[in-house]
């Protein structure tokens, strides 16, 4: 039952890690019935769902890597590696102050509506902007803020909060804040991935994880997240991201009812 259960959540991981409705929050959500799982199984399977990027995006990050002489190459990895410098100095500060992951669900389900509605409210700004598919240093800057946000507060969505940062701050062409925000996903979660591995280490848990049922539910959210994420990418060139604030504000309402 642990496998089945560990490929269950895998598949959750897979389809919420990049739509924006917070991965971390549904996987709170399974648990909550499946059992609590270590906090390295959460986190190592949403780098797992990072592989689908790595198979999706490898022409883009291929050409950015081997054409690094080329300005606008540099500039775009510079500004990857900015917001990624501000997300680990945050992330740390965050683990330093002891942030934990919640063990009740009210803070995921107010995250996922009060989430929803700043959808609507996004989505409202960036339909008078002009378009734009230009990533700037202060989207980079944001976005990187952002990342911290969504780590601090479980049910926000790392996706979510990235994708939305980079629309206010001037990128307002769907597809390419997707692009910023699924390529600054690729070092971020293998980074926090490594550090709760090492945390294993030191503190010598190694032993105690079932590395069987994360290995499962690695692969399973690899090849799901692969799935949803070229769907996500046909959906958002020609709509909103306004079905995904309803469906928060649907499924936050209803977990809100169930812990009254």
Do not use: C
Not at 141 to 170: C, D, E, H, N
């Amino acid at each position: 039952m642990n496998v089945i259960e560990a490929a269950v959540l895998g598949v959750v991981e897979g389809i919420t890690e990049f739509l924006p409705i917070s991965s971390t929050g549904h996987l709170l959500i399974a648990q909550h019935w499946l059992g609590a799982r270590s906090e390295l199984f959460t986190v190592a399977i949403q780098a797992g769902a990072i592989l689908a990027v790595i198979a999706i995006y490898w022409q883009r990050l291929w050409q950015l890597t081997l054409n690094l002489t080329q300005p606008a190459n540099r500039d775009y990895l510079f500004k990857l590696l900015t917001a990624f410098v501000i997300t680990m100095v945050g992330g740390f500060a965050a683990k330093q102050m002891g942030l934990e992951l919640p063990e009740t669900l009210a803070p995921v389900a107010w995250a996922m509506v009060i989430g929803g509605a700043a959808i609507f409210l996004i989505e409202a700004y960036a339909a008078r902007q002009p378009l734009s598919d230009a990533v700037t240093w202060r989207v980079a800057i944001w976005v990187g803020i952002a990342q911290i946000v969504a780590a601090v507060f479980p049910g926000t969505s790392r996706s979510a909060a990235t994708l939305f940062a980079a629309m206010l701050a001037g990128t307002t062409a769907r597809p390419a804040a997707a692009e910023f925000s699924f390529l600054l996903a690729i070092p971020t979660m293998f980074a926090a991935t490594g550090y709760e591995v090492l945390n294993l280490y030191r503190h010598d848990r190694i032993a105690q994880e079932n590395w069987t049922d994360l290995g499962v539910g690695f692969l399973v959210s690899a090849v799901v997240a692969f799935i949803a994420v070229k769907w996500l990418l046909s959906y958002i060139q020609t709509h909103r991201f306004t079905v995904f604030a309803w469906y928060r504000i649907v499924v936050g309402g209803a977990l809100l009812a169930l812990a009254v």
